[in-house]
């Protein structure tokens, strides 16, 4: 399929774990930086982590030593291991597949901490 589709939202306990995954066609997971993104109900879209082609990676300060991007590119996967949740990592998260030649977004898949 050429849109991502993540998957392994969950609802969690704080101080939890869950690992998300977002599948993307091997064409263009192979030739696409990807990230992930996260919208909690009144609240802008905002950047989690992001990982290069190369495996260069980046994360927002608020999730820096709690989660963890990787890429599979045998699977065409891209995960994001999620540590030490907290309520407020609450939201819809999205996955995101970029390049010079597309912009393509997940439909989503919702993350909850209870406390």
């Known amino acids: 399929q050429v849109q991502p589709m993540e998957s392994g939202g969950g609802l969690v306990q704080a101080g939890g774990s869950l690992r998300l995954s977002c599948v993307v066609s091997?064409?263009?997971?192979?030739?696409?930086?990807m990230a992930w993104y996260r919208q909690a109900p009144g609240k802008q879209r905002e950047a989690v982590a992001g990982?290069?082609?190369?495996?260069?990676?980046n994360y927002a300060d608020s999730v820096k030593g709690r989660f963890t991007i990787s890429r599979d590119n045998a699977k065409n996967t891209v995960f994001l291991q999620m540590n030490s949740l907290k309520p407020e990592d609450t939201a819809v998260y999205y996955c995101?597949?970029?390049?010079?030649?597309?912009?393509?977004w997940g439909q989503g898949t919702q993350v909850t901490v209870s406390s």
């Open positions: 995101l597949a970029t390049s010079p030649e597309h912009v393509l």
């Open positions: 091997g064409i263009i997971f192979r030739f696409s930086n």
């Open positions: 990982i290069s082609i190369g495996g260069i990676t």
